[in-house]
């Protein structure tokens, strides 16, 4: 099993920025597909950006496409996730979360970090 712990939330003005950081322990993350997902207060937890294995191919929520960017450092066993021009509908849990696969053909992952609050005033 892999470990996974989030850092980088925080309370940000709608506007700004923040980048999220995921570290990942054990041999598995270079040949695995992440993911970062979100889940606000009373609402189903939800996928936000996903990236393969080598980091080559990204995929993302509409909500968030041009304003967030998923990236991987297989050498420092870390996802990130930049998030820019936060809204306060971005306002959520993030969790990072590490998929079976080089590339993500279902939604299944398997290991889910604890997630890291991001609160977006208005």
């Known amino acids: 099993q892999v470990q996974l712990v989030e850092s980088g939330g925080g309370l940000v003005q709608a506007g700004g920025s923040l980048r999220l950081s995921c570290a990942a322990s054990g041999r598995t993350f270079s040949s695995s597909a992440m993911g970062w997902f979100r889940q606000a207060p009373g609402k189903e937890r939800e996928f936000v950006a996903g990236?393969?294995?080598?980091?080559?191919?990204?995929n993302y929520a509409d909500s968030v496409k041009g304003r967030f960017t998923i990236s991987r450092d297989n050498a420092k066993n870390t996802v990130y996730l930049q998030m820019n021009s936060l809204k306060p509908e971005d306002t959520a849990v993030y969790y990072c979360a590490r998929h079976r696969l080089r590339v993500p053909i279902d939604t299944r992952y398997d290991d889910w970090g604890q997630g890291t609050q991001v609160t977006v005033s208005s």
């Open positions: 990236v393969t294995a080598s980091g080559t191919t990204r």
